[in-house]
């Protein structure tokens, strides 16, 4: 799992120094150099003389990237790996920080006065109002985060899905990437969440724009009709119930989009980071728990 980040590139130092490449879902690609190298971290908080306090993390992974393709690199001016692996940032900070992460996405459409975070150790915030369900982190989905989907309805109504598509021994299973901005859903879960949904868009004239299959010109009608909510329950019982605006999403002006893909099938379904937006996650590594809950992302 990776997450886009505004950090420079870093020059290596480490005792290691080997060519890689990477590629993404969407195709997207990156190749350079990776070594080891020490990460000095500021802490939160201060000590009693009010002076910063840092942290040193041994044998960091640390790339640059020579050069990309694809979109994924276009906005961005780094990656930080958030992945289950022993070489990734997120595992060693974890390890170190009471074995937890997390993080909170703001609206992509938030003004650029505000940010999302990501914080190591645990989240004081995400306490006893928050969901949880159990993070699956067998070597069957890693490096990735699997969660286990139980169901997932629109309008309250339940839909038909496979079982198999959201089981990880049958080569289903969905997992949370925060590196991914659109939610790609295997084919028989992508087919009933779009039909259900277009169903009840049915009255707002259609418009193309790639790479999406249903889009609707939103100022044609005088009153568009309420989106549908939809809901993604989890093993355990625990409900995301993301914003209208995560899934039907503004596309240009006056276009709003269902801002799903099709995956493929057998395959796994990858829930984006926009439909994770305003909400906080924490992956407890060390209890293999993920807990979330609806927030404003302020800290």
Request: glycine share 10%; proline share 5%.
């Amino acid at each position: 799992m990776m997450i886009l980040t505004n950090c420079q590139p870093t020059l290596l130092t480490g005792s290691l120094i080997v060519r890689v490449g990477c590629r993404y879902k969407d195709n997207s690609s990156a190749r350079g150099v990776v070594g080891t190298d020490a990460a000095t971290i500021a802490l939160s908080g201060s000590n009693g003389g009010g002076a910063d306090r840092k942290a040193k993390l041994q044998e960091v992974v640390l790339g640059c990237t020579t050069s990309y393709d694809g979109q994924s690199f276009q906005a961005s001016d780094g990656v930080l790996s958030l992945g289950n692996s022993n070489i990734s940032f997120a595992a060693r900070a974890a390890a170190r920080f009471g074995g937890r992460f997390s993080y909170c996405l703001v609206d992509h459409l938030a003004p650029r006065n505000t940010s999302s975070y990501l914080t190591f150790g645990p989240d004081a915030s995400n306490g006893a109002s928050s969901s949880r369900t159990p993070l699956l982190l067998d070597a069957l989905v890693a490096p990735f985060y699997a969660v286990t989907v139980d169901a997932v309805s629109v309008a309250g109504e339940a839909l038909d899905i496979p079982a198999e598509v959201w089981d990880v021994k049958r080569n289903g299973g969905a997992i949370l990437d925060s590196g991914t901005s659109l939610t790609i859903l295997a084919t028989p879960a992508y087919k009933a969440v779009v039909a259900a949904l277009s169903k009840q868009l049915a009255g707002v004239p259609r418009v193309t724009m790639d790479p999406f299959e249903y889009c609707y010109n939103w100022t044609a009608t005088g009153t568009p009709p309420a989106v549908p909510r939809l809901e993604v329950r989890f093993a355990g019982s625990a409900r995301l119930q993301p914003p209208t605006k995560s899934y039907v999403i503004d596309a240009a002006p006056g276009v709003k989009c269902i801002g799903l893909q099709e995956g493929g099938w057998p395959g796994v379904s990858v829930i984006g980071n926009i439909l994770q937006q305003e909400h906080l996650w924490e992956f407890d590594l060390a209890n293999r728990w993920l807990r979330f809950k609806e927030s404003r992302c302020a800290q």
